[in-house]
């Protein structure tokens, strides 16, 4: 499949901001002010550690080794000579798309340090994401692992670059077939070119929740402050090991704090390729790991998995959840299962990002998703008119600050509806905002079910069923029906015996939830569904219903 975008992509390194929607003139200068922006390009945070601590561990690799800041910081410079010396240049965008491998980082910040943007791929994404992406970007370059699992990545690099004419190099991590080796991507020099942190420095991709993927571009100054404000309140600092479990190319353990904000602090960043209880447990304690991030289905697997896997975890002092709902009942397993802190983290690649503070009470840390990283992190709460809601009460986020964007990449038409004339961004979330700031997200505008005209919160209606005893997973979708318009369809993942629709009924009638949220049909199913980063794939749910 092929989607063109909605402007004529231009192809050379210098047209890279063609299409880019950069930060107000004065706004950039407040945040500039402010302190927010400090004109640090992404490239030298490792440069800066590297001179302050040479010594120490940036990166453990597999089994016992381990690269020391100074190791790293030469190694990125080589990578980024390397890609110039085959004749990458400054502004162009290279498709990245990588599994959770130590040599992430080298190539990372080889990239960053050439001026080079890399456009983050997750390793699930297939030919329709990849080509659309690599079509949108007009990138020239596609690198990859040679295989993960089943899956052949040469093999999907031919159809790429068969269909996408400004696809010019593909480089594999492993066996390259007939392309080029990516390690074989080094050369020495003693100039690289000057980078201007107001500049693009890498491309997110857009989690949303319908059509194709968008494309993020986030500044050197936007990021590099997203990463270390970050840092700062989950307090990272040298003696920290950050390990990567979700996807490395994810916003989420790539900067909020991550790897980038672990390297801006001196800390150690390992990876995790296999997030399964039992290879994380084993690397948590192999790593004495402090900190990681993961979606609310792997929290839950994981604390399940304390039952039956023996792991010394007590390094761990921070799990950060994220990404989805985090449903109470789960919320409230992880301190005992896990004896960790635990941090509810609601953000997105767009930008604004929702952090439960370490010193929060229990109840706010279990009950809410965060309150806004900076200060300058501007919030409104609107209903469907776009009038502002009374405090505390349910409608729409919209946001716009000093990390969030102002537009998608080379997506004018789009902009036009995700943004208000006055630059925030529309989330599509719905949230209330509590007295403290912190705000409880309620759902998505779009994920709803409208039953004879009464609109019922998916998001609501999942987490009283996953207070069920038996329920280990919960979706709602609507199912088109004749009379009702839709009818409510709730998908369960059980342990043990299903419940029956009865059952289930009164369960959900006993919490106090309105009969006319009660679904009408229940189904069984031994997994759900799950999107490239692992949360529950709503929208592959709604097709299948
Ligand atoms: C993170 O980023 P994306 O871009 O993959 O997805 C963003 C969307 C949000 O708009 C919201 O709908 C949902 O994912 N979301 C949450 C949530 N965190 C994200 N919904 C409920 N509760 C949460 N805690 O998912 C992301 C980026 C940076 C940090 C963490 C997550």
């Keep these: 499949m092929s989607v063109r975008p909605d402007v004529t992509t231009p192809t050379t390194a210098e047209d890279h901001r063609d299409g880019f929607v950069p930060f107000p003139a004065d706004l950039a200068a407040s945040y500039r002010r402010a302190g927010y922006w400090t004109g640090r390009p992404l490239g030298e945070l490792l440069r800066e550690a590297a001179r302050a601590q040479p010594d120490r561990p940036a990166l453990l690799g597999d089994g016992d080794t381990a690269l020391s800041y100074a190791e790293l910081d030469a190694a990125a410079d080589r990578t980024a000579y390397g890609f110039l010396a085959m004749g990458l240049r400054p502004g162009d965008r290279v498709v990245v798309q990588l599994p959770n491998v130590p040599n992430f980082m080298r190539i990372l910040f080889g990239l960053l340090r050439a001026g080079i943007i890399p456009v983050l791929t997750l390793p699930a994404h297939r030919r329709a994401e990849i080509e659309h992406l690599t079509r949108l970007s007009g990138a020239v370059a596609y690198l990859i692992a040679d295989r993960l699992g089943d899956f052949d990545y040469r093999a999907l690099a031919t159809e790429v670059t068969a269909a996408v004419p400004t696809l010019r190099h593909v480089l594999v991590l492993g066996d390259p077939g007939?392309?080029?080796?990516?390690?074989?991507?080094?050369?020495?020099?003693?100039?690289?070119?000057?980078?201007?942190?107001?500049?693009?420095?890498?491309?997110?991709?857009?989690?949303?929740?319908?059509?194709?993927?968008?494309?993020?571009?986030?500044?050197?100054?936007?990021?590099?402050?997203?990463?270390?404000?970050?840092?700062?309140?989950?307090?990272?600092?040298?003696?920290?090991?950050?390990?990567?479990?979700?996807?490395?190319?994810?916003?989420?353990?790539?900067?909020?704090?991550?790897?980038?904000?672990?390297?801006?602090?001196?800390?150690?960043?390992?990876?995790?390729?296999?997030?399964?209880?039992?290879?994380?447990?084993?690397?948590?304690?192999?790593?004495?790991?402090?900190?990681?991030?993961?979606?609310?289905?792997?929290?839950?697997?994981?604390?399940?998995?304390?039952?039956?896997?023996?792991?010394?975890?007590?390094?761990?002092?921070?799990?950060?959840?994220?990404?989805?709902?985090?449903?109470?009942?789960?919320?409230?397993?992880?301190?005992?299962?896990?004896?960790?802190?635990?941090?509810?983290?609601?953000?997105?690649?767009?930008?604004?990002?929702?952090?439960?503070?370490?010193?929060?009470?229990?109840?706010?840390?279990?009950?809410?998703?965060?309150?806004?990283?900076?200060?300058?992190?501007?919030?409104?709460?609107?209903?469907?008119?776009?009038?502002?809601?009374?405090?505390?009460?349910?409608?729409?986020?919209?946001?716009?600050?000093?990390?969030?964007?102002?537009?998608?990449?080379?997506?004018?038409?789009?902009?036009?509806?995700?943004?208000?004339?006055?630059?925030?961004?529309?989330?599509?979330?719905?949230?209330?905002?509590?007295?403290?700031?912190?705000?409880?997200?309620?759902?998505?505008?779009?994920?709803?079910?409208?039953?004879?005209?009464?609109?019922?919160?998916?998001?609501?209606?999942?987490?009283?069923?996953?207070?069920?005893?038996?329920?280990?997973?919960?979706?709602?979708?609507?199912?088109?029906?004749?009379?009702?318009?839709?009818?409510?369809?709730?998908?369960?993942v059980v342990d043990g015996d299903m419940p029956s629709l009865v059952e289930i009924k009164r369960f959900l009638a006993e919490r106090g939830l309105a009969t006319y949220k009660l679904p009408d049909i229940l189904r069984r199913a031994d997994t759900l569904p799950i999107t490239a980063v692992g949360k529950i794939d709503k929208k592959a749910l709604r097709a299948e219903a």
């Design 178 to 492: 007939h392309f080029t080796d990516l390690n074989s991507v080094s050369a020495e020099g003693d100039s690289l070119p000057e980078v201007d942190a107001s500049d693009i420095a890498l491309m997110l991709v857009s989690g949303g929740t319908t059509g194709l993927p968008k494309l993020i571009a986030r500044t050197h100054d936007d990021y590099t402050y997203n990463a270390t404000a970050s840092a700062v309140v989950c307090e990272l600092g040298p003696d920290d090991v950050y390990l990567a479990t979700l996807p490395a190319a994810h916003n989420f353990p790539l900067a909020c704090p991550g790897i980038l904000g672990t390297v801006a602090t001196g800390g150690t960043v390992a990876f995790l390729a296999d997030p399964s209880p039992e290879s994380a447990f084993a690397a948590i304690e192999r790593h004495r790991v402090t900190v990681t991030a993961v979606v609310p289905p792997l929290a839950q697997l994981w604390c399940a998995a304390t039952e039956w896997e023996e792991a010394d975890l007590s390094s761990l002092r921070l799990l950060q959840v994220g990404g989805a709902r985090l449903a109470e009942v789960n919320a409230r397993e992880v301190a005992p299962a896990l004896g960790t802190t635990l941090q509810q983290v609601f953000g997105m690649a767009e930008g604004l990002l929702n952090y439960t503070r370490l010193d929060d009470s229990d109840d706010i840390i279990c009950t809410t998703q965060g309150r806004p990283l900076s200060p300058d992190d501007e919030l409104r709460i609107v209903d469907a008119d776009g009038t502002d809601v009374p405090e505390g009460e349910e409608g729409e986020l919209l946001t716009r600050g000093p990390y969030t964007l102002r537009g998608y990449y080379r997506a004018p038409e789009h902009n036009s509806r995700s943004f208000t004339p006055d630059g925030y961004y529309r989330s599509g979330d719905l949230v209330r905002r509590l007295p403290s700031g912190h705000l409880i997200v309620s759902g998505r505008i779009k994920d709803v079910i409208n039953r004879g005209g009464e609109n019922i919160s998916c998001d609501e209606l999942e987490e009283h069923l996953l207070a069920h005893p038996a329920v280990r997973h919960a979706a709602a979708v609507g199912i088109p029906d004749a009379a009702l318009g839709e009818k409510v369809c709730a998908i369960l």
